[in-house]
T-cell receptor
Framework: SQQGEEDPQALSIQEGENATMNCSYK?????LQWYRQNSGRGLVHLIL?????REKHSGRLRVTLDTSKKSSSLLITASRAADTASYFC????????????FGQGTRLTINP | NAGVMQNPRHLVRRRGQEARLRCSPM?????VYWYRQLPEEGLKFMVY????????ESGMPKERFSAEFPKEGPSILRIQQVVRGDSAAYFC??????????????FGQGTRLTVV
């Protein structure tokens, strides 16, 4: 099964509203990262939060990490149509070598 | 500073042919990762390489798939005797430090392989 699982799988909101996406994982992690992928494009790194951090901000993005619950959330405030994309969480883990393990993603649609 | 460069962007192969996907990491990055993405799905880890070394190939199929990252030149993901199930987007990422401890990975735009 997937190390990281996003919830919900799809989210549709009105422009200006806040969007919250959640990510759960199973094993111990070094860090957790959020990426955005526009349709048919590569992944863009949004934010990295280390395992000893609880919250991090970057512009309109706010990420929280709860290692006791093995979960993270990504909040996008004051959403814009340009935020429409798929959002993936990826956990930095050590399985022999260090690598990123991705979840299935949340497909976010911002309606104008 | 150019980002991670992948080519070709699109590749069409007939069943049984070979596919070669190239990835040039960001300048100064010596760690390369390959991922495969099926439509509407997340990225599946395939292989992690450093210069001239395969560090972790646990996600790569044992047959027909191989990867290399030579001392000079790009990393190559090679798929021999392609089948329709190999159709996917293949993404390469590079990072600067050892693994992903505290640094992000930078992704290329991907190569979309279609097997007809």
């Amino acid at each position: 099964s997937q190390q990281g699982e996003e919830d919900p799988q799809a989210l549709s909101i009105q422009e200006g509203e806040n969007a919250t996406m959640n990510c759960s994982y199973k094993t111990s992690i070094n860090n957790l990262q959020w990426y955005r992928q526009n349709s048919g494009r590569g992944l863009v790194h949004l934010i990295l939060i280390r395992s000893n951090e609880r919250e991090k901000h970057s512009g309109r993005l706010r990420v929280t990490l709860d290692t006791s619950k093995k979960s993270s959330s990504l909040l996008i405030t004051a959403s814009r149509a340009a935020d429409t994309a798929s959002y993936f969480c990826a956990t930095g883990i050590i399985q022999g070598a260090q690598k990123l393990v991705f979840g299935q993603g949340t497909r976010l649609t911002i309606n104008p | 500073n150019a980002g991670v460069m992948q080519n070709p962007r699109h590749l069409v192969r007939r069943r049984g042919q070979e596919a070669r996907l190239r990835c040039s990491p960001m300048k100064g990055h010596s760690h390369v990762y390959w991922y495969r993405q099926l439509p509407e799905e997340g990225l599946k880890f395939m292989v992690y390489l450093q210069k001239e070394n395969i560090i972790d190939e646990s996600g790569m199929p044992k047959e027909r798939f191989s990867a290399e990252f030579p001392k000079e030149g790009p990393s190559i993901l090679r798929i021999q005797q392609v089948v329709r199930g190999d159709s996917a987007a293949y993404f390469c990422a590079s990072s600067q430090q050892t693994g992903y401890m505290n640094t992000e990975a930078f992704f290329g735009q991907g190569t979309r392989l279609t097997v007809v």
